[in-house]
């Protein structure tokens, strides 16, 4: 009986030793495929920042330019503005200065 019991200890153990063994193995794979899918998440992620990155610099272009359009457009018609005002001013002042002479 001893040498039974002595065979059935060894057989028990190397079973287990066997099991851990697979459970290690198991376990580094596993390991290994969140790894790899961690990294295709977070390339991913990064992928989709870049092309929303990519998506808002064009949109706050676009309104940059709108912007920058409406201020130039404005200022164009405040020079003409001005413009026209001091071609009156001009114009009054050069009508006041022969009437001067004419009348001196």
């Given at each position: 009986m001893p040498f039974e019991a002595i065979a059935e200890v060894s057989l028990a153990e190397?079973?287990?030793n066997k099991l851990v063994s697979e459970a290690e193995a198991e376990a580094k794979r596993i390991a290994a495929e969140a790894e790899v899918y961690g990294k295709a998440?977070?390339?991913?992620?990064?992928?989709?920042?870049?092309?929303e990155l990519e998506a808002m610099t064009t949109e706050t272009e676009a309104k940059?330019?709108?912007?920058?359009?409406?201020i130039n457009n404005a200022a164009e018609t405040k020079i003409a503005v001005l413009n026209a005002r001091a071609d009156r001013r001009i114009t009054d002042t050069a009508i006041k200065?022969?009437?001067?002479?004419v009348n001196s």
């Open positions: 190397e079973r287990a998440c977070m390339e991913n992620a990064a992928a989709k920042a870049k092309a940059a330019a709108e912007e920058i359009e409406k200065v022969a009437e001067r002479i």
